[in-house]
């Protein structure tokens, strides 16, 4: 069961981000975010009424704090990433992050069968490989080391929000994303003021693109919440590797809604995750 919510968070997670990639092709990603975060907020908020999660035990709290904070440096560096740098080069490396909770779920003591061990490695290679990397890039090392910064971040994050999940999903989702929000308008708003800029505009959107981006806030919860419980049953080391297959889901969307072409290294990406999901479910 734990393994499924997990391939399902991907596909959600995926999902989430290929629709925000359409409507960041027409609005400020910046804008698409922020509403993203907000609408997360607000859904989060009477689940957390309704359920009476708000009287949980406060054992989650740093956890959650920290993957606000941790998940909105992650963002920020990716982004900046890829205004420096190329997707072939960002992505790929970036992606690579998903070995972070591999390493810490076996450091404090998981033992994967030789089956998942297998899936974990076809797994992470495959997702970096579906990011097309270009092994020739010819740039400097400043979009490297802020992809590296923006992976390590991502998969620190599973890790956080797994020892969050032990004492309450629902206020370690919530508290994360007020968190997120809260840094994110903080930031935006004083290098704003700093450079003296317009606020970004939210007005003029059609309808369309505000259903796509309640469904990304939407969605970028779901995936959270899918992942935090399947990692209170599972092993994070595979759960975590499971959730983190969502660029494969993104890449296939855009070949298959919008035509994109895929590279041969990236169909051989997709492939080794198609391979690693029935090896990391057979624990």
Not at 15 to 31: A, I, M, N, T, W
Not at 36 to 47: E, F, H, N, S
Not at 119 to 145: D, F, N
């Amino acid at each position: 069961m734990a393994a499924f919510l997990a391939l399902f968070a991907s596909v959600t997670w995926g999902c989430s981000d290929y629709v925000g990639g359409v409507v960041s092709r027409r609005h400020q990603p910046l804008v698409v975010v922020a509403l993203a975060y907000a609408i997360g907020a607000a859904v989060l908020l009477p689940i957390a009424a309704a359920s009476g999660a708000f009287t949980s035990p406060l054992g989650y709290l740093p956890w959650a704090l920290a993957a606000g904070v941790v998940g909105l440096l992650g963002l920020g560096a990716f982004y900046r990433a890829l205004a420096t740098g190329t997707m072939g080069v960002v992505a790929p490396i970036a992606g690579a992050g998903a070995g972070i909770p591999v390493i810490v779920g076996i450091a404090r003591g998981e033992a994967p069968s030789a089956a998942q061990i297998l899936g974990i490695a076809a797994a992470v290679v495959g997702v970096i490989l579906a990011g097309g990397p270009e092994l020739r890039s010819g740039g400097t090392r400043r979009p490297i080391l802020l992809a590296a910064l923006a992976g390590g971040c991502f998969g620190t994050v599973f890790v956080l929000l797994a020892g969050g999940a032990k004492t309450s999903v629902v206020m370690t989702l919530l508290i994360m994303r007020l968190t997120s929000v809260v840094l994110f308008l903080a930031g935006v708003g004083f290098f704003r003021v700093r450079s003296r800029r317009p606020r970004m505009p939210v007005r003029g959107w059609p309808m369309g693109d505000v259903t796509r981006v309640l469904f990304v806030g939407c969605a970028d919860v779901a995936g959270n919440g899918l992942y935090a419980v399947a990692s209170r049953s599972g092993l994070m080391s595979v759960v975590a590797v499971l959730a983190s297959l969502y660029p494969a889901v993104t890449v296939l969307l855009a070949r298959f809604l919008d035509g994109e072409r895929l590279r041969h290294i990236q169909t051989t990406g997709i492939v080794l995750v198609l391979a690693g999901i029935p090896l990391l479910a057979a624990g």
